[in-house]
């Protein structure tokens, strides 16, 4: 069964920072694009970084560019969202998702329903930045 888990998420301070860490079970996650969304209540589904099989291309949201960094290692079938001076609009359930290995997919998939070429998905956690 194919299944992406994500996990670091909690609660943190303004300014704090959190690493999020998506791991595949029962297959590689090298052969996808892998992206990271978020959806806070009430809002719509936004995606923040994408990474290519190879970590060789990213985009970034712009709500997220010079904060966040999407890295990946392919050995340990792991990809992560390294975050950081996080703000209170930051917070949402974080998911990952695996998407087929597609420039023209990374290139979208922080526009609005860019997330649609993405068939893999996990269960998300949960990020709340808060004082």
């Known amino acids: 069964q194919l299944q992406l888990v994500e996990s670091g998420g909690g609660l943190v301070q303004p300014g704090g920072s959190l690493t999020l860490s998506c791991a595949a079970s029962?297959?590689?996650?090298?052969?996808?694009?892998i992206g990271w969304f978020r959806q806070a209540p009430g809002k719509a589904r936004e995606g923040i970084p994408c990474?290519?099989?190879?970590?060789?291309?990213?985009n970034y949201a712009t709500s997220v560019k010079g904060r966040f960094t999407i890295s990946r290692d392919n050995a340990k079938n792991t990809v992560y969202l390294q975050m950081n001076s996080l703000k209170p609009e930051d917070t949402a359930v974080y998911f990952c998702?695996?998407?087929?290995?597609?420039?023209?997919?990374?290139?979208?998939?922080?526009?609005?329903?860019?997330?649609?070429?993405?068939?893999?998905w996990g269960q998300g956690t949960q990020v709340t930045v808060s004082s």
């Open positions: 029962g297959f590689s996650l090298a052969f996808l694009t």
């Open positions: 998702a695996g998407g087929p290995p597609l420039q023209t997919i990374i290139s979208i998939c922080t526009a609005v329903g860019g997330s649609g070429d993405f068939s893999y």
């Open positions: 990474i290519s099989r190879r970590g060789d291309s990213t």
